[in-house]
């Protein structure tokens, strides 16, 4: 079954607020086997909630709406959905007297407008919300099936776990929604969907799709089963020819980032690590802790600014900056090789380089990075000419060194 959401509300239009409710709806649907194939979000318009709705209503057997089912004005979902759908509200009078013991429990007044959320569309069931003043409302008409859920995240989860996952369920003849992530680095996203495409095409009845990240590409393998057993079939033989055509720049294929993954390679073999940063300000040192138990592995870090401070701190000779420059291959291998021995691992990572928008030089542009990572018997070195912003330059370079890490791992295994 194909679903659409609708989120209702002018404020989710702007850049103050984010729309989680269909993000929780979308997970709940997918593990009835229901995919959703749009999402939209539409203002406290009358007008463009009927034409919204009366463009889905050809298109999608289950349309799911949050939001607009209160008392005031803007709230315009019930007449909306009435004139687009051609059919009347009706007065429920236990609706009413709901809402009326609600505010005297509270002992608060009861306005008048808090009337029109008695008002339920000609045909649909009334969901009880335990949570607010707001019932939902559920209507099969014509094969479409329309659910009316209220805006607040703990009224909207509470109608759909009570009142409409157990019909959607019997529904869905057992089948669900599984997935797998599998995640890559050291590749453009263009040049990972080249050689993996001709694989997931011979398989239509798993849907795949790249995202690009910098903290690696995401593959995402999604399949429709009635049973996990069938669905791990698929996606493990899928999962399995795309991690021998990808080889070493696949790292996982349970969805750990590549920290997670270092922290297993590094327990396992019983290694540590530091870390000498300039230019990412500590971003390395912090995805290498960002998990509990990282003090088995990471020994500490150094964010060496300063050229005093890496000739202080790390032992680089101030001769060698002064001749080569705080960013050349030299002094980020001087980094590691000195932030190695200070915290007496058995890795140290080096990274400095130019993160911008100022500093840059036609020698040394914005984006030119060195990244070094070295062990007791030699350091290996890789310059970068990393393009975007400041945080992408950072975010990037924070990357590849934790990625240069795990391929010397794997090299010494």
Known sequence: MRAAIIAIG???????????????????????????????????????????????????????????????????????????????????????????????????????????????????????????????MYLDRSGITLVMLPGPPHEMRGIFIESVEPVLRSRSGGSRIYRRLLRATGLPESALDDQIAPIYAAYPEIETTILASVTGHEIHLATVAAESETADERLGELSRRIADRLGSNLFTTSGERLEAVLMGMLVQRGATVSAAESCTGGLVSKRLTDLAGSSTYFRGGVVAYDNAAKARLLGVPGALIAERGAVSSEVAEQMARGVRAKFESTFGMGITGIAGPGGGTEDKPVGLVYVSVADERDAVTRRLSLPGDRQHVRAWSAQIALDMLRRRLLSAS
């Open 10 to 136: 002018s404020e989710l239009l702007t850049p103050h607020r984010t729309d989680t409710n269909s993000l929780w709806l979308t997970e709940r649907l997918n593990d009835l086997g229901i995919h959703v194939a749009l999402k939209v979000a539409v203002p406290d318009d009358r007008e463009s909630l009927c034409s919204t709705l009366k463009s889905l209503l050809s298109r999608f057997p289950l349309i799911i709406s949050t939001g607009g089912l209160g008392p005031t004005e803007d709230d315009l979902t019930r007449e909306s959905f009435a004139e687009a759908l051609g059919l009347s509200l009706r007065f429920v009078p236990e609706i009413h007297e709901i809402i009326t013991r609600r505010f005297e429990a509270r002992q608060l007044p009861m306005s008048v407008n808090n009337r029109k959320q008695a008002m339920v569309l000609e045909g649909a069931r009334w969901l009880r919300n335990s949570a607010g003043t707001a019932p939902g």
